[in-house]
Protein backbone atom coordinates (compact mmCIF):
# COMPACT_ATOMS: atom_id res chain seq x y z
CA UNK A 1 0.00 0.00 0.00
CA UNK A 2 1.07 3.61 -0.74
CA UNK A 3 0.25 6.50 1.99
CA UNK A 4 -3.14 6.79 1.51
CA UNK A 5 -4.59 9.93 1.66
CA UNK A 6 -8.49 10.93 3.19
CA UNK A 7 -11.24 13.03 1.02
CA UNK A 8 -14.44 13.75 1.09
CA UNK A 9 -17.03 11.68 -0.44
CA UNK A 10 -18.53 12.82 -3.39
CA UNK A 11 -20.48 10.65 -6.08
CA UNK A 12 -22.61 7.85 -6.76
CA UNK A 13 -19.40 5.60 -6.75
CA UNK A 14 -18.36 6.63 -2.83
CA UNK A 15 -21.76 6.11 -2.06
CA UNK A 16 -21.81 2.38 -3.45
CA UNK A 17 -18.60 1.57 -1.49
CA UNK A 18 -19.74 3.02 1.32
CA UNK A 19 -22.60 1.10 1.33
CA UNK A 20 -21.60 -2.44 0.44
CA UNK A 21 -17.80 -1.98 2.33
CA UNK A 22 -20.34 -0.50 5.54
CA UNK A 23 -22.55 -3.56 4.95
CA UNK A 24 -20.03 -5.96 5.34
CA UNK A 25 -18.56 -4.57 8.29
CA UNK A 26 -21.74 -4.59 10.33
CA UNK A 27 -21.17 -7.64 11.91
CA UNK A 28 -18.77 -6.44 14.57
CA UNK A 29 -21.15 -3.66 15.89
CA UNK A 30 -24.20 -5.90 16.47
CA UNK A 31 -24.54 -6.50 20.27
CA UNK A 32 -24.22 -10.41 21.41
CA UNK A 33 -27.42 -9.15 23.82
CA UNK A 34 -29.31 -8.33 20.70
CA UNK A 35 -30.05 -11.37 18.53
CA UNK A 36 -31.14 -9.65 14.56
CA UNK A 37 -30.67 -11.17 11.47
CA UNK A 38 -28.24 -9.16 9.12
CA UNK A 39 -30.67 -7.68 6.74
CA UNK A 40 -31.88 -5.93 9.55
CA UNK A 41 -28.34 -4.63 10.17
CA UNK A 42 -28.43 -4.10 6.42
CA UNK A 43 -31.63 -2.02 6.48
CA UNK A 44 -30.63 0.17 9.36
CA UNK A 45 -27.14 0.91 7.75
CA UNK A 46 -28.89 1.80 4.71
CA UNK A 47 -31.31 4.03 7.09
CA UNK A 48 -28.27 5.58 9.02
CA UNK A 49 -26.81 6.87 5.75
CA UNK A 50 -30.28 8.84 4.87
CA UNK A 51 -30.33 10.09 8.26
CA UNK A 52 -26.97 11.71 7.88
CA UNK A 53 -26.87 12.97 4.32
CA UNK A 54 -30.11 14.64 5.83
CA UNK A 55 -28.18 16.29 8.60
CA UNK A 56 -25.07 18.44 9.21
CA UNK A 57 -22.59 16.15 8.24
CA UNK A 58 -19.17 15.26 6.18
CA UNK A 59 -18.67 12.13 5.05
CA UNK A 60 -14.78 10.97 4.65
CA UNK A 61 -12.96 8.66 2.20
CA UNK A 62 -9.59 6.90 2.78
CA UNK A 63 -7.94 5.97 -0.39
CA UNK A 64 -5.02 4.47 -2.49
CA UNK A 65 -4.81 6.54 -5.74
CA UNK A 66 -8.09 4.92 -6.93
CA UNK A 67 -8.70 2.23 -4.51
CA UNK A 68 -10.89 3.39 -1.91
CA UNK A 69 -10.30 1.65 1.21
CA UNK A 70 -12.26 2.61 4.45
CA UNK A 71 -14.78 5.58 5.17
CA UNK A 72 -16.49 7.53 7.93
CA UNK A 73 -19.52 8.90 8.74
CA UNK A 74 -19.42 12.25 11.10
CA UNK A 75 -22.51 14.24 12.21
CA UNK A 76 -22.18 18.13 13.00
CA UNK A 77 -25.87 18.47 14.63
CA UNK A 78 -26.11 15.53 17.38
CA UNK A 79 -24.77 17.08 20.73
CA UNK A 80 -24.44 15.51 23.38
CA UNK A 81 -27.65 14.16 25.08
CA UNK A 82 -26.27 15.20 28.75
CA UNK A 83 -24.51 18.34 29.05
CA UNK A 84 -26.11 19.70 25.24
CA UNK A 85 -22.80 20.36 24.58
CA UNK A 86 -21.63 20.78 20.44
CA UNK A 87 -20.01 17.97 19.43
CA UNK A 88 -19.38 16.06 16.14
CA UNK A 89 -20.42 12.38 16.50
CA UNK A 90 -18.90 9.56 14.39
CA UNK A 91 -22.04 7.77 13.49
CA UNK A 92 -19.92 4.55 11.62
CA UNK A 93 -16.51 4.08 9.91
CA UNK A 94 -15.20 0.93 8.63
CA UNK A 95 -12.10 -0.57 6.44
CA UNK A 96 -12.11 -2.89 3.95
CA UNK A 97 -11.76 -6.03 5.41
CA UNK A 98 -8.42 -6.92 3.08
CA UNK A 99 -7.22 -3.33 4.57
CA UNK A 100 -7.19 -3.45 8.12
CA UNK A 101 -4.42 -3.29 9.99
CA UNK A 102 -2.07 -0.79 7.89
CA UNK A 103 -3.04 2.29 9.90
CA UNK A 104 -6.39 3.57 7.51
CA UNK A 105 -8.84 3.46 10.49
CA UNK A 106 -6.19 5.22 12.60
CA UNK A 107 -5.74 7.69 9.80
CA UNK A 108 -9.50 8.25 9.37
CA UNK A 109 -9.84 9.22 12.99
CA UNK A 110 -7.50 11.70 12.99
CA UNK A 111 -8.71 12.83 9.69
CA UNK A 112 -12.11 13.09 11.76
CA UNK A 113 -10.91 15.10 14.60
CA UNK A 114 -9.21 17.55 12.03
CA UNK A 115 -12.65 18.07 10.38
CA UNK A 116 -14.57 17.93 13.75
CA UNK A 117 -12.01 21.61 14.62
CA UNK A 118 -12.42 22.42 11.21
CA UNK A 119 -16.28 22.46 11.45
CA UNK A 120 -15.87 24.35 15.45
CA UNK A 121 -17.08 21.39 16.97
CA UNK A 122 -13.60 20.37 18.88
CA UNK A 123 -15.09 17.15 20.66
CA UNK A 124 -15.28 13.94 18.53
CA UNK A 125 -18.20 11.50 20.02
CA UNK A 126 -18.77 7.81 19.40
CA UNK A 127 -20.28 4.62 20.59
CA UNK A 128 -18.62 1.34 20.25
CA UNK A 129 -20.18 -1.80 20.63
CA UNK A 130 -19.14 -4.52 23.26
CA UNK A 131 -17.03 -7.38 22.18
CA UNK A 132 -15.53 -4.86 19.25
CA UNK A 133 -12.16 -5.21 20.31
CA UNK A 134 -10.24 -4.33 17.00
CA UNK A 135 -12.52 -1.05 17.21
CA UNK A 136 -11.98 -0.78 21.13
CA UNK A 137 -8.41 -0.67 20.28
CA UNK A 138 -8.33 1.91 18.03
CA UNK A 139 -10.09 4.30 20.25
CA UNK A 140 -8.18 3.54 23.45
CA UNK A 141 -4.92 3.90 21.56
CA UNK A 142 -5.91 7.24 19.69
CA UNK A 143 -7.20 8.80 23.47
CA UNK A 144 -10.97 7.92 23.63
CA UNK A 145 -11.89 7.32 27.01
CA UNK A 146 -15.34 5.84 28.78
CA UNK A 147 -17.64 8.58 29.09
CA UNK A 148 -20.96 6.12 30.20
CA UNK A 149 -22.33 2.97 29.24
CA UNK A 150 -25.46 1.99 27.02
CA UNK A 151 -26.87 -0.63 29.27
CA UNK A 152 -29.71 -3.32 28.27
CA UNK A 153 -31.10 -6.48 29.34
CA UNK A 154 -33.78 -9.28 27.53
CA UNK A 155 -37.48 -8.90 29.58
C1 LIG B 1 -12.13 -0.82 13.56
C2 LIG B 1 -11.50 -0.67 12.17
C3 LIG B 1 -12.11 0.55 11.48
C4 LIG B 1 -10.00 -0.46 12.34
O1 LIG B 1 -9.44 -0.21 11.04
P1 LIG B 1 -7.88 -0.53 10.71
O2 LIG B 1 -7.56 0.13 9.45
O3 LIG B 1 -7.61 -1.98 10.83
O4 LIG B 1 -7.17 0.24 11.94
P2 LIG B 1 -5.58 0.45 12.11
O5 LIG B 1 -4.86 -0.27 11.04
O6 LIG B 1 -5.33 1.88 12.26
O7 LIG B 1 -5.33 -0.26 13.48
C5 LIG B 1 -5.54 -1.68 13.60
C6 LIG B 1 -4.27 -2.39 13.96
O8 LIG B 1 -3.27 -2.24 12.97
C7 LIG B 1 -2.05 -1.79 13.58
N1 LIG B 1 -1.36 -0.90 12.64
C8 LIG B 1 -1.62 0.38 12.43
N2 LIG B 1 -0.79 0.87 11.48
C9 LIG B 1 -0.01 -0.17 11.09
C10 LIG B 1 1.01 -0.30 10.14
N3 LIG B 1 1.44 0.72 9.40
N4 LIG B 1 1.56 -1.53 9.98
C11 LIG B 1 1.14 -2.58 10.71
N5 LIG B 1 0.17 -2.50 11.65
C12 LIG B 1 -0.39 -1.31 11.82
C13 LIG B 1 -2.51 -1.06 14.80
O9 LIG B 1 -1.48 -0.99 15.79
C14 LIG B 1 -3.66 -1.89 15.23
O10 LIG B 1 -3.24 -3.03 15.93
P3 LIG B 1 -4.12 -3.66 17.10
O11 LIG B 1 -5.56 -3.54 16.71
O12 LIG B 1 -3.66 -5.06 17.18
O13 LIG B 1 -3.85 -2.85 18.31
C15 LIG B 1 -11.72 -1.97 11.33
O14 LIG B 1 -11.33 -3.08 12.09
C16 LIG B 1 -13.15 -2.16 10.87
O15 LIG B 1 -13.56 -1.65 9.83
N6 LIG B 1 -13.95 -2.91 11.64
C17 LIG B 1 -15.35 -3.21 11.28
C18 LIG B 1 -16.24 -1.99 11.41
C19 LIG B 1 -16.18 -1.42 12.80
O16 LIG B 1 -16.13 -2.15 13.78
N7 LIG B 1 -16.22 -0.10 12.87
C20 LIG B 1 -16.20 0.63 14.11
C21 LIG B 1 -17.60 0.95 14.50
S1 LIG B 1 -17.62 1.74 16.10
Not at 2 to 17: E, I, K, L, M
Not at 80 to 92: I, R, S
Not at 125 to 148: F, I, K, P
Amino acid sequence: MNAPTVRRAAGAADRAFIERCGIESLGSSLSPLRDAPIEALRMNFLRLLDVVHSRSHAILVAADGDLRLGFALLVFDLPDEVTGLAQAFLAYMAVEVGQRGHGVGTLLLAACEEEARRHGTPYLGLMVTEGNSAAQRLYDRAGYRTERRLLGKSV
